[in-house]
């Protein structure tokens, strides 16, 4: 059944959205760029909006067929593609950008929407989107290896980055579509090809985002395959993995995800980057700036409604200043907006689904069976806009760091308060004691403090930020994190250089054959 939008049991506001995203078809199974397949005959999926229960549309699961399809024209595009300079690759990218802010608000409602993030955020993610492609145009002239001096006389050396081929990308719901960007559009200026697999949870954002691709790539006469995506769940992901095709897998999303990812990719040699699960914490010292420390600790614990991978999710906090802090978010959190994510008055959207509800509240009945104390918050909202089940009140727990519970990432906003007392090395060693280590953050106006918090025997996160919270990270840095967080980097900084293979190379320009090391190997003639 090919499905069209107005077919849709969409409200007219959002059914404009995806008109004005030149999206006719809610369905196809994949993408090559200019081509769309798999509309019919596949098993298929009906995806509901956890703002209103909606459903926003059916989409068909793509085949093995569908992807070895994918991979086959995705290798036909390369040896295209490979061969574009890179600023005229950036050229492409800067067009992306154009489309992006052309279409900001109504990808950022469908964002919103779909994902249940709010509004604001939702545009947040979109402008991240451009903001990579800027950066990207700007990379695309920089490519750049180092020279050396060669121990030979009349020698040169120097190293090249080249394209490495088809770059996988999967995707979690929580970031769509940022995500897809910041791996597409480095991929796509060092000269790869990109298969993107969104999340099956959140499938029309990548309709969406393919929809103004292919805009770009027709106008600029470009072949299909470039920019390529796939519907489907963790058996199309799986796929991906263990396909030699595929020189690089990028996969954004739980530990558990990228332990099977990292293993099957590790196992054919291939080279994976893996932006996994966190357990991000703030902490408070006595010389913290109260208010400011308090913003960042509440957009951090409920922006997202806790399903940022930066979300903060442990408050370490000096025993002085303890029940002044707890205090003061008793007072913030009841009345926390919470609602419609397109409201904009809200400030706390929807869970994902019913599973994420589940996963939120099992947590705070386990946590409280360890001796944790509930403070405020875990009820499931339910009544007037709150039909979907899916509306929770975010939840503030005292709680130890060594609890099971408090170890684990429970993808919602629960904030565990953790006591620490003496100097900033406690609260350092609390912060790293948890198997994650993506984004961290300390509060302080003493700058030994913060230098300790820095210094090498500091946080163990792969984001250490000072007099800012977890969440939130600008494109310009690398970003991603060590441990079970997986160790990928991803955006900005020299990022690019996983997206391509690296050489040297060593050039003669004498008329004599020295062997490096001075080896003497004459042969007789
Ligand atoms: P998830 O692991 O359930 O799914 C993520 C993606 O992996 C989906 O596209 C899914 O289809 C795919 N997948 C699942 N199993 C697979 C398998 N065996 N092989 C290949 N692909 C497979 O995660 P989610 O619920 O969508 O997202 C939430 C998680 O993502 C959280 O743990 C969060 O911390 C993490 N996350 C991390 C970052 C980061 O940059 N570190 C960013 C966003 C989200």
Redesign the pocket.
Known sequence: MKQTVDELPLNKELTDVLHQLGIKQVNPAYSTGLAWGGQEGRKARTVTSPADGATIATVNMASAEDYDKVVTTAQEAFKVWRKVPAPKRGEIVRQIGDKLREHKEALGKLVSYEMGKIYQEGLGEVQEMIDICDFAVGLSRQLHGFTMHSERPQHRMYEQYHPLGIVGV??????PVA?WSWNAMLAAVCGDVIIW?????TPLTGVACQHIIREVLAENELPEGIFNLII???????L??HDKRVPLVS????????K??GE?VGARLGKSL?????NNAIILTESADMEMALRAIVFGAVGTCG?????TRRLIIHENIYEQVKERLLKVYPNLPIGHPLDATTLVGPL?DKDAVNAFTNALEKVQQEGGKLLTGGEVLSGDGYETGTYVKPAVVEAENHYEMVQE?T?APILYLIKYSGDVENAIELQNGVRQG?SSAIFSTNLLETEAFLGHWGSDCGIANVNIGTSGAEIGGA???EKE??G?R?SGSDAWRVYMRRQTNTINYSRELPLAQGIKFDIMD
């Open positions: 999967i995707s979690a719901f929580n970031f995500v697999k969104p999340s099956e949870k489907g769940d963790a058996e199309i992901g799986s991906m993995s996969a954004t999303g739980s530990t558990r995800m990228g099977k990812v099957a893996l932006e996994l699960g966190g399903q940022r991978c930066t979300s994902i990432e993808f993506l970003f991603g994190g967080t997986g990928g991803e």
